[in-house]
């Protein structure tokens, strides 16, 4: 692995953080989220004509920059040190991957240039609010999240009036942009409960039968949708080969492998601008005659903050080298190679990481703000505010490293259920688990015997 960054890399994030400096300040990100968009749509339009933004991973044949999952990371870890509220993650991270993955020809090339141009916003919908099972983030990849048939979820049916269209009616609660995004992703089953598998399906804005309601988010630079779906006629994304359906879902992970750098990148630049915003003011507030910077604790608080950020940006970058490695936007992961692996592994730690690193530079910038940290004025609550809504979003954090500890094989077949251990117990027989003991015929020290017949043998007593 080469570490470092190619001249054209270091233009793309010279070039994002100036013209977002000069144009997403604190007071131009609270304005922008109140727009009905949810973002400022001028400035949108800049990043997409004037960088190439949102087609910045996508091939050069369809209108694309042609770089990879690395550039991208680049970029959105400066979006991330802004707070950018953009529809970049919905449409570039998540949709346009998997239009490119899925897609027919025909359709890739009439959506991807488009959404290359800035011209097409684009978001995913998943049912409930399984978007990291969807993207094999965490939990089993056994298509649960998609209703699996049942009630619930969003179902999908081919249209009566024997064309090849389809019709959906569901619900999807949680949909990241999606209320003013011109063009939906929606996953859903197909075939009944007997022979149900999860499609992908095209659905624009303005279809029949769709009803969209923006929702109250805790991150407001984040806007969130819920979706109706009302017999709304959809395209199938892709063939339909009748199969299981594996597919997509292949597919879907894939996509996710590569959005766990990006999202891991964007994190840390979040984390690292509240940090730079915390050290600058702690060596202008002064208490005792002296900058309150000066203090060891205040340092010593700080310097972890800076540790963990620093640990959490190489463990970003590596994710982010990896899954351009395997070509984990579209094919590498989904075949299950080695190099796919690796990279759905790295990704889930680097994001594991970031999320952690994020949160604490977020809360330790509202403590050693004092009493301004706690105001709605100031922008230490809109930091704090993205760390906890990105753990809710894409962890919670011990889920996506049990997630990278299953995929090494790190536990046995007894040891998979939630929170280690069979059946939630952290052991494997009983004796603090089953199978698992401590010491020799599973003595607890010299005639204590601690599980067996339930007799606890003498203990010694120790006062503290």
């Not at 339909?240 to 359906?245: A, Q, R, T």
């Not at 100031?378 to 809504?389: D, I």
Request: negative net charge; hydrophobic residues 45%; glycine residues 16%.
């Amino acid at each position: 692995m080469d570490a470092a960054f190619t001249e054209e890399q270091d233009e793309i994030r010279r070039t994002l953080r100036t013209l977002l400096r000069e144009r997403c300040g604190p007071d131009e990100v609270k304005a922008a989220v109140q727009a009905a968009a949810g973002y400022d749509e001028a400035l949108w339009q800049q990043l997409a004509r004037t960088l190439g933004l949102p087609g910045l991973a996508l091939p050069s044949a369809y209108g694309g920059v042609g770089c990879g999952v690395t550039e991208l990371a680049l970029a959105c870890e400066e979006t991330g040190r802004v707070l950018l509220p953009s529809p970049l993650l919905a449409t570039a991270v998540f949709a346009a991957p998997l239009v490119a993955a899925v897609g027919t020809e025909v359709q890739r090339a009439e959506l991807l240039p488009r959404i290359a141009e800035g011209a097409l916003t684009a978001a995913l919908a998943v049912p409930g609010r399984a978007l990291p099972e969807a993207l094999g983030l965490v939990g089993a990849r056994d298509g649960a999240w998609a209703g699996g048939g049942r009630a619930g979820g969003v179902q999908a049916r081919p249209d009566s009036g024997g064309g090849a269209g389809w019709r959906l009616y569901g619900q999807v609660e949680q949909v990241l942009g999606g209320h003013s995004a011109e063009l939906l992703l929606v996953a859903a089953r197909a075939g009944g409960y007997t022979r149900g598998r999860t499609l992908l399906f095209l659905v624009p804005a303005e279809a029949d039968g769709l009803v969209r309601t923006r929702l109250t988010a805790l991150d407001a630079t984040r806007p969130q949708a819920r979706i109706e779906l009302r017999n709304v006629p959809a395209e199938l994304l892709g063939v339909d080969d009748g199969g299981s359906g594996d597919g997509v879902a292949e597919a879907l992970a894939a996509v996710g492998a590569a959005a766990a750098a990006v999202l891991a990148a964007e994190a840390v630049g979040a984390a690292d601008a509240a940090l730079a915003r915390t050290v600058g003011y702690v060596r202008a507030r002064e208490q005792f005659g002296r900058p309150i910077g000066s203090f060891q604790a205040v340092k010593h608080r700080l310097a972890d903050v800076y540790v963990a950020v620093q640990a959490a940006r190489s463990a970003a970058y590596y994710a982010a080298w990896a899954a351009a490695q395997s070509g984990a936007e579209g094919t590498g992961a989904a075949q299950g190679g080695a190099e796919g692996a690796e990279a759905a592994v790295a990704g889930g730690l680097a994001l594991a990481q970031a999320l952690e690193a994020q949160r604490m530079a977020a809360a330790e910038a509202v403590q050693l703000h004092g009493g301004i940290g706690f105001t709605w004025e100031h922008e230490a609550h809109l930091y704090f505010k993205r760390a906890a809504s990105d753990e809710l979003l894409f962890g919670p954090v011990h889920r996506l490293r049990a997630q990278a500890a299953e995929r090494e094989g790190l536990f046995g077949a007894a040891d998979r259920a939630p929170y280690g251990g069979h059946g939630g117990r952290g052991g494997n027989d009983g004796y603090g688990g089953h199978g698992r003991h401590d010491g020799p015929d599973r003595h607890d020290g010299p005639n204590g015997r601690d599980g067996r017949d339930g007799h606890d043998g003498p203990r010694k007593v120790v006062t503290v």
